[in-house]
C-alpha cells in the first residue's frame, strides 16, 4: 500500500515542479527559450544547452527526483495513458 502513496506524493510534486513551471512561463521564454529547465522543490535550479546536461545535473543533485526536466518553448507533449499510468498491484 506505501507504494501507491509514493506514487501519489511523486505525481503530486510533480504537479507542483509543473505550476512553478507555468508561473514563470513568461520569464523563462524571454530569457532561456530553447534551452532545457530544471525545477526542484518549485523552484528553478538551472538552465542547461542539452537534455542530457540537464538531466546529468538533475540527478547528480537530487538523485531520482522527482523533478521537473523541459525544453522551453517546446509545445508539451502528450503521451497515451498507456505510457503515463502502470497499474499497482498489491
Known amino acids: 500500500m506505501r507504494e501507491v502513496n509514493m506514487e ?3 505525481v503530486a510534486t ?3 515542479q509543473i505550476a512553478a513551471y507555468e508561473e514563470m512561463r513568461d520569464v ?3 530569457d532561456h ?4 529547465v530544471v ?3 518549485g523552484k528553478l535550479v538551472g538552465a542547461y544547452e542539452s537534455f542530457e546536461e ?5 540527478v547528480h543533485r537530487f538523485g531520482r527526483g522527482p523533478y521537473l526536466i523541459r525544453r522551453v518553448g517546446a509545445p508539451p507533449i502528450n503521451l497515451p ?3 503515463q499510468y502502470r497499474p499497482v498491484y498489491d
Open 81 to 83: 495513458a498507456s505510457v
Open 33 to 36: 527559450f530553447g534551452t532545457w
Open 14 to 16: 510533480l504537479s507542483s
Open 39 to 41: 525545477f526542484h522543490g
Open 54 to 58: 540537464a538531466a546529468q545535473d538533475a
Open 28 to 30: 523563462l521564454e524571454t
Open 8 to 10: 501519489n506524493d511523486a
